[in-house]
């Protein structure tokens, strides 16, 4: 199945072979650049979307892997992680940071290891689906999988 897919989403096929996930990157007819979109598609609930979310946190990327079902409180996040601030990064700032296209971040395939939070509501469901390095590509894993493949810290993020 790999073969078919994008480069982007090899990368991250491959990241998940290496860290034991058995989930497969399923590749969608239309692009599924939102949690909305992407719950849609697969008709499951949007709170188990895992949502990518990349910001700037005291001068490093930071990655929010959190519930489609609600928003990051940026100011309350920093607040508990004891940071100055967290703001939202650009476009330029995500494909720099991750290699990926917003709308498609998976949470691992980046040039680096990103500091990760993951967003405690995500353990609600049995089964997460988060983006395959494109729009067009998801995969399924369990809260556990997502923490252990990120090196994620669990919290409180909305």
Do not use: Y
């Not at 239309?30 to 895992?50: E, F, K, M």
């Not at 509501?121 to 556990?144: E, K, R, S």
């Amino acid at each position: 199945m790999t073969a078919e897919l994008p480069a982007r989403s090899k990368i991250v096929a491959d990241r998940l072979t290496d860290a034991g996930i058995t989930g497969q990157i399923v590749m969608l007819p239309d692009a599924a650049a939102t949690a909305a979109a992407a719950a849609a598609a697969l008709n499951i609930d949007v709170g188990a979307i895992a949502n990518s979310l990349v910001f700037f946190s005291d001068g490093e990327p930071l990655l929010v892997m959190t519930s489609g079902a609600h928003r990051v409180d940026t100011v309350a996040l920093a607040e508990r992680l004891g940071r100055t601030s967290i703001e939202r990064a650009s476009a330029a700032q995500v494909r720099d940071a991750t290699g990926q296209a917003i709308g498609g971040v998976a949470p691992t395939g980046h040039p680096t290891q990103l500091t990760t939070i993951v967003d405690e509501d995500l353990a609600h469901h049995a089964q997460i689906w988060a983006a395959g390095g494109t729009p067009h590509t998801l995969f399924p894993l369990t809260f556990d999988e997502l923490v252990a493949l990120t090196g994620g810290t669990v919290a409180t993020v909305a």
